[in-house]
Each structure stands twice: as C-alpha cells, then as structure tokens.
C-alpha cells in the first residue's frame, strides 16, 4: 500500500475515577490516536504512552514529536508500506517502540480491512472470547480495597491483579485472599523491590498466587534469576521484556517462567506475535498486560490474547473499568470474558462524535 498522509489526533477521554499522580490528580487521560489514510483505506492505531514519563521513558507529547519528525515522514516517503515492513522502515530510530507500534497497528488495521481478515485470523487467534482479569492499585486502607476488588468479584471477572509495594503487600494480599477464596490472584511489583527484600517476598508463596510480576528493575535480569530459585510462586517479567530475542533469554537463564506481552512495550502487535511464538516453542505461559487503551487498543488486544499460548486471563478488562464511554462502541464483559471482534481490522469503528467532542485540539496532518 501506499500511505497518503497520516493524521494525530490528541483527545482527552472522561475516566470513571479520579487517578493520583505525582502531577496532580487526572480525571481524563490524554490519548494519542494515529490515522493512517491509504490508497486501500484508512487504519487507526493508539499510542500507549502515559502522560509523563514515569513508568517507562516514553510519554505522549514526545511520541508525538518523534512521530511527527521521524516515524511519520519514513512512511510517507516509503512508497510501498505493509505491516510487516514497518519495523524495518523505522528501524533507524532507537527506541520508541509505543510510537512505532502505534504506526504499526495503524498500517495493520488498514491493511487486513483492505483484505477482509480480522486482527483475530491475522494473529492466529483460536478463541471467540477471552478471559478477562482486573488490575487493582493500592488503596488508601485495607477495607477499601476490599470493597473494590469485591466489586470486580461481583462483576464477573476470572482473575484479580493486586499491585503491591514494600510497606503494602503481605497483609492486604491475605485479606484479598479470604475474600476470594480460590480465584486466581497474582501480584505486581512494578519493580519496586530490591534483592534485600527475598525473604519478605518469599511469605507470598503461603496465597497460592498465579505470579509475582516485576519485583525488580527491568535491566535487573540477573535478580530475578536468584529470586525465582529463592520462592515458589512463579516470576512473571513484563517491562524487561523488550522483544522475542530478550524474551528468549530471561527464560533460558531461568528469569521468568511466565511473560506479560505489552505490544506497544515490545514496538508492535507483529512482535508481541513473535514474543508469543518463543514462549510458547519454550513451554513458558503468556498473558497480555494492559495500558489503559481506549477502544481502539483494546479490539487488537483482545486479538491477541485469542491466540493459543495466552493461557492465563490478561488485563483486558471491559472499557467501563476505566471510561464511562469509549471511543469505540464498549467492550462488555458477559460471563467474565471479552469477545475477539470478527470484523476486518480491528473490528471496531471510531466514533467520530466523540474524537471531535474530547480532542484536545484540531488533528495534525502529515503529508
């Protein structure tokens, strides 16, 4: 195909709570939309990028320069673009793998809608619908977060994710525990443990937890290894895991015996597959990590997690965990699972009201 111009649309969607940060308190989140116009038809793709640059490097407003500066103009200058040779098109940039996936979902979603195929048969999905799990932060105290993850209960939900933190882990993951009773728990550390901490996380082990996910830093793969020989509950890696090659070697050296599959992380939905693929030749489980997406995210999310080695339920939890609408039509849960959309691309439109009546300002175009 040929890429005639690419449009950035920055819209601010309403959030169901309000979230506090080290900025202040958020009561929308501001989302990097990429439109790609090519001469088969059009392609949306998200960038999953936060607002500021606190949990990974990459950030809205620099995805957006180096979109508009580099990743964009590669494209537009290609002549022949697919899906598949994105990644080598933009292989001169380092790094910035959210922006580039967002190119790259974009390309994709044009492409299978020019042929027909949904992301779901693109990818290889095997399922119609896929277990869906919850993300819960850590509350203000123990009661509240037990109302919160009671609720999540209530709605359906087959898997409870708690983050934790030193000062904010044994007792609050007991409580959720007897709350529970057999449904599936894991925890995540969001890298927030060091080392020193092996004998407190090994008290983990007594919950019966799916996983512990990112205890240390994510250059730390070494640590991890000397953890996962330390504790029997099982070392998922997840902001280490950068792409199939890097996937490859946790697991050899003994790392990580599950893996969270982020494709804006790993650069693109194509490697996020490959990812998958090794795991899966390696005997290692995968499940897909989720970033807030809207909609747009979402559907090609939900593709991937239909595929056959994401064997644990992911955080692909439906839009009014977060939104009270959704760009797209929602995603609703029914019986604990999300349905894989079936239409061409990502099976889900945009709803053009709504990108007009949350935009942050009017779209860029590139040529």
Request: a negative charge.
């Amino acid at each position: 195909m040929r890429i005639v111009a690419i449009e950035l649309h920055r819209v601010a969607l309403p959030l169901v709570r309000r979230f506090e940060t080290s900025f202040g308190v958020q009561t929308t989140r501001d989302v990097l939309l990429v439109r790609v116009r090519a001469d088969v038809g059009d392609g949306w793709g998200e960038c999953v990028a936060g607002a500021e640059p606190v949990y990974s490097s990459e950030y809205t407003d620099g995805a957006e320069h180096v979109i508009t500066n580099y990743l964009a103009p590669a494209l537009l200058r290609a002549g022949s673009v697919t899906a598949e040779s994105v990644a080598q098109q933009l292989s001169f940039v380092v790094g910035h793998r959210m922006a580039k996936a967002a190119l790259e979902t974009a390309v994709l979603d044009a492409q299978t809608r020019a042929s027909g195929q949904s992301f779901g048969e693109y990818f290889g999905a095997v399922r119609a619908a896929v277990d869906c799990g919850v993300s819960v932060g850590i509350a203000p105290t123990i009661d509240e977060l037990l109302a919160e993850v009671d609720g999540y209960v209530a709605d359906g939900y087959r898997r409870i994710k708690l983050k934790i933190k030193p000062g904010w882990d044994i007792e609050p993951v007991r409580a959720v525990r007897d709350l529970i009773g057999d449904l599936p728990l894991q925890v995540d550390a969001n890298t927030a443990y060091t080392l020193a901490d092996v004998d407190r996380l090994r008290l983990l082990d007594e919950f019966d937890l799916l996983l512990i996910e990112q205890p240390f830093e994510e250059e730390d793969i070494l640590s991890h290894v000397t953890l996962a020989a330390a504790i029997a509950t099982p070392v998922c890696l997840d902001e280490s895991i950068h792409s199939a090659l890097i996937a490859v070697d946790a697991i050899e050296r003994g790392a990580t015996s599950v893996v969270n599959i982020k494709a804006g992380r790993v650069g693109g939905y194509l490697e996020a597959v490959r990812v998958h693929d090794v795991c899966a030749e390696l005997d290692v489980p995968v499940w897909c990590g989720g970033m807030l997406e809207t909609g747009v995210g979402r559907a090609a999310n939900v593709a991937l997690a239909g595929m056959e080695n994401f064997t644990l339920p992911g955080d692909t939890s439906a839009s009014s965990r977060f939104y009270a609408d959704d760009i797209t039509e929602p995603f609703v849960l029914v019986d604990g699972r999300l349905a894989v959309p079936t239409g061409a691309g990502s099976g889900v439109e945009v709803r053009e009201q709504l990108l007009a009546e949350w935009a942050l300002r009017a779209p860029v175009t590139l040529r």
